[in-house]
């Protein structure tokens, strides 16, 4: 179906119009979908994102210019960025869910060893730290440092490239040192 044969039946039966728009995108909508969020959630949720995606779509319909480009390319533009917001909210609940109150974390009592002790302090700071640098830099740390993915693994994981890994790595690691050395833990 060409894009003109779409408008006009948009404009005929919407319902219908709606059907065939799904029938016609939705294997390219889902694999945007996937390709944002896939390594970060489970496949209901990514399906639950996917018709999200239509939803945001079928609500920006009006603001289709054909004249401006083709049905497909808005269909695609609209989903990366349904996809990318789900990302955003993904990432963010994941590191507002974990919290000391947990239990992941223990404040160390005045009896423990002051060294012991000062690691402790240091690596709960050095956590904040991470978590503060935002995303997807907290998560090119985490998956450097703590699962020993390579850039290549990361750059995959997060739809990056490897260059853009390696450099928003080097920036995230400058960043964590000068504040570190500013708190006074490294001289």
């Known amino acids: 179906m060409t894009d003109t044969e779409w408008l006009t039946l948009?404009?005929?039966?919407?319902?219908?119009?709606?059907?065939?728009?799904?029938?016609?995108?939705?294997?390219?909508?889902?694999?945007?979908?996937?390709?944002?969020?896939?390594?970060?959630?489970?496949r209901e949720e990514i399906e639950d994102y996917v018709s999200d995606a239509f939803v945001e779509i079928f609500r920006c319909l009006d603001k289709f210019d054909s004249g401006?480009?083709?049905?497909?390319?808005?269909?695609?533009?609209?989903?990366?960025r349904t996809a990318i917001n789900a990302f955003s909210y993904i990432t963010y609940r994941r590191r507002t869910t974990k919290s000391m109150?947990?239990?992941?974390?223990?404040?160390?009592?005045?009896?423990?060893?002051?060294?012991e002790t000062q690691k402790k302090l240091l690596c709960k700071r050095l956590w904040e730290i991470v978590e503060s640098l935002g995303e997807p830099d907290a998560s090119i740390i985490v998956y450097q440092y703590f699962y020993d993915m390579t850039v290549r693994?990361?750059?995959?994981?997060?739809?990056?490239?490897?260059?853009?890994?390696?450099?928003r790595s080097i920036r995230a690691r400058k960043q964590i040192k000068k504040i570190l050395i500013s708190e006074n833990y490294f001289m």
């Open 101 to 115: 109150e947990d239990g992941e974390f223990e404040i160390p009592s005045p009896a423990d060893d002051p060294e």
């Open 68 to 80: 401006k480009g083709t049905l497909k390319t808005f269909v695609s533009t609209i989903a990366k």
């Open 10 to 42: 948009m404009k005929k039966l919407p319902q219908q119009a709606h059907r065939a728009l799904i029938k016609e995108y939705g294997s390219l909508v889902y694999v945007i979908v996937v390709s944002k969020i896939g390594n970060c959630t489970v």
């Open 153 to 167: 693994e990361i750059a995959k994981k997060l739809s990056m490239t490897s260059g853009e890994v390696q450099k």
